[in-house]
């Protein structure tokens, strides 16, 4: 199976700092990555897909980027609304489909 | 607008199965060139694919649950199943189900939290 590792598992900031989350895969995905967002109690919200396509309504500030085995998503501008827990998922392997353990962005 | 709704029991009781069925509305399963999956969400942790089904009835199911996995589609009714057989504490979980879009999860129910326990 391949692995998804991001980093930091939590990550303090203000309102308007500028956001980066990591994540590694364990082998080789392209660019077959997905982003999402998870606020509590609610279902995980698709940001980006193919590691750098914005999902129809999701803000411009958020981005990703990356190849391979490493990607990133960027908030440019961190607003109030995206405190929450981001997800990264690859689907390079279609037959099994995993997940990151998460990272929680939490207010500094 | 397509919606999935989750519904079922919420407590069971172990090693009895754990049934869960998600509504679509919005799109129509047997006429969608989606597939339709399973991921669950243990408390306080991250997320775990459970399986996939396609409109044909075909499956994908996670490896570390294959044993115990059984998908179905109903076009009738426009739903899909999960089955999780010789339930366990470890199969707390919120349950979503969610539309397969080319791989990734584009729409998600809002999840229904099921307990085993005695």
């Known amino acids: 199976d391949i692995q998804m590792t991001q980093s930091p598992s939590t990550l303090s900031a203000s309102v308007g700092d500028r956001v980066t989350i990591t994540c590694r895969a364990s082998?080789?995905?392209?660019?077959?990555l997905a982003w999402y967002q998870q606020k509590p109690g609610k279902a995980p919200k698709l940001l980006i897909f193919?590691?750098?396509s914005l999902q129809s309504g999701v803000p411009s500030r958020f981005s990703g980027s990356g190849s391979g085995t490493e990607f990133t998503l960027t908030i440019s501008s961190l607003q109030p609304d995206d405190f929450a827990v981001y997800y990264c998922?690859?689907?390079?392997?279609?037959?099994?489909?995993?997940f990151g353990q998460g990272t929680k962005v939490e207010i500094k | 607008q397509l919606q999935l709704q989750e519904s079922g029991p919420g407590l069971v009781k172990p090693s009895e199965t754990l049934s869960l069925t998600c509504t679509v509305s919005?799109?129509?399963?047997?006429?969608?060139?989606?597939?339709w999956g399973w991921i669950r969400q243990s408390p306080g942790k991250g997320l775990e694919w459970i399986g996939t089904?396609?409109?044909?009835?075909?499956?994908q199911y996670n490896p570390s649950l294959k044993s115990r996995i059984t998908l179905s589609v109903d076009t009738s009714k426009n739903q899909f199943s999960l089955k999780l057989s010789s339930a366990t504490a470890a199969d707390t979980a919120v349950f979503y189900c969610?539309?397969?879009?080319?791989?990734?999860?584009?729409?998600w129910g809002q999840g229904s939290l099921v307990t085993v326990s005695s």
């Open positions: 089904i396609y409109r044909d009835g075909t499956t």
């Open positions: 969610a539309r397969h879009s080319g791989g990734y999860f584009d729409s």
């Open positions: 193919k590691a750098s």
């Open positions: 082998q080789n995905i392209n660019t077959w």
């Open positions: 919005g799109d129509s399963i047997s006429r969608s060139s989606y597939h």
């Open positions: 998922q690859q689907y390079e392997s279609y037959s099994t489909w995993t």
